[in-house]
């Protein structure tokens, strides 16, 4: 942690609101968010058949600057030490520069994920002038034409070792990220991700395969063993997941972590199709507080109910992807029917 901590060359104010969040959660349990994802735009320039954001994105919408703005200075409010931009792809949207200059005029510290095909040298470049130094792109096998099937471009992963090494040559905190599947244990995708991310000199980390948005479907899922597999995979090879990354252990969700969606939508799980009201109306201390209410949310999980709940996947995630008449997501401070469903869901 303290090498994590000295990589990010923090100033006064950052470390001030790192150390306030740790001490909050860890000594005094007090949920402190530790970071958000900035859902700037779902507008994407790839077309992953497994995208989570299906049904969150018919339009491709985009945050308005005035809810993007209002966004962060609620991040100032509440003293939060990170922002994730994430999209889509957060560099499609034009405004996406304005918000770096805020973040750095505030002392947000900014971390961007990419699918990486736009991150040329000239993109890096502007990165570095408004202070962005690290960066987490997506990738899906270390062979080229596979990993170019999955994403349906062409040449992308060139693009992505070009990106990768003009960003490690630029002193950029760069890492690599990937899905643990059934699919990409059987084709050995992988582990072939896990030995690039090594010869590169790369942070790797990893996700579960939770088969929602483009994926839902219970057939895919991954058993109890295939689970444990996973966070022994992790713990042996120094991987971090959204269970563990160094800082804390457990679920993040509703209590270190929001997602906010473009037209602001307050998410607790970026993988749960609910919302728990709009950062326009309440901020992100208001949405803890409704989040305590929710077992799902105020048990600190130590594993992700997302991946390894039946329960919750049968009640919740496929009855809401599976009925077409709905538009995701739910906001449940609207829907009373299914805030009453939450709680009184023993997870």
Not at 16 to 30: A, D, P, V
Not at 73 to 91: A, D, H
Not at 122 to 149: A, N, W
Request: charged share 25%; hydrophobic share 35%.
């Amino acid at each position: 942690m303290i090498k994590n901590i000295l990589e990010r060359n923090y100033n006064l104010r950052q470390y001030y609101n790192i150390g306030r969040c740790y001490l909050r959660n860890k000594l005094f349990n007090i949920s402190t968010i530790s970071s958000i994802e900035l859902i700037n735009t779902l507008r994407c320039n790839a077309r992953c058949n497994f995208c989570s954001n299906y049904k969150l994105a018919p339009d491709e919408m985009t945050m308005s600057i005035e809810t993007g703005i209002h966004t962060l200075k609620q991040v100032v409010r509440s003293k939060i030490p990170s922002v994730i931009f994430l999209g889509g792809e957060g560099i499609l949207d034009n405004n996406i520069f304005e918000y770096f200059a805020f973040c750095k005029e505030h002392s947000i510290y900014v971390q961007y994920a990419s699918n990486g095909i736009l991150l040329d040298e000239k993109m890096i470049d502007r990165f570095k002038d408004y202070g962005v130094r690290q960066v987490c792109i997506t990738i899906h096998d270390s062979l080229p034409e596979k990993h170019d099937v999955i994403i349906g471009v062409p040449g992308g992963f060139e693009k992505i070792v070009n990106a990768f090494r003009i960003m490690k040559k630029e002193g950029f905190l760069v890492s690599c990220k990937t899905i643990y599947s059934k699919e990409s244990i059987r084709s050995g995708a992988f582990f072939r991700i896990l030995e690039f991310a090594k010869t590169e000199g790369l942070t790797f980390s990893a996700n579960p395969y939770i088969p929602v948005g483009r994926a839902v479907g219970p057939d895919t899922r991954l058993d109890d063993f295939e689970i444990q597999e996973y966070y022994r995979i992790c713990r042996e090879n120094n991987i971090n997941d959204h269970i563990y990354n160094g800082w804390y252990v457990g679920c993040p969700a509703g209590k270190r972590y929001f997602g906010v969606l473009p037209d602001g939508q307050l998410l607790p799980c970026y993988f749960l199709p609910i919302s728990v009201g709009n950062i326009r109306e309440h901020g992100f201390d208001e949405a803890i507080k409704i989040c305590s209410k929710i077992p799902l949310f105020a048990k600190n999980h130590q594993i992700c109910p997302a991946s390894q709940s039946d329960l919750l996947y049968r009640e919740i995630i496929q009855p809401l992807y599976a009925d077409t008449r709905l538009k995701l997501p739910i906001d449940i401070t609207q829907d009373y029917e299914l805030y009453n469903k939450l709680i009184t869901l023993d997870f």
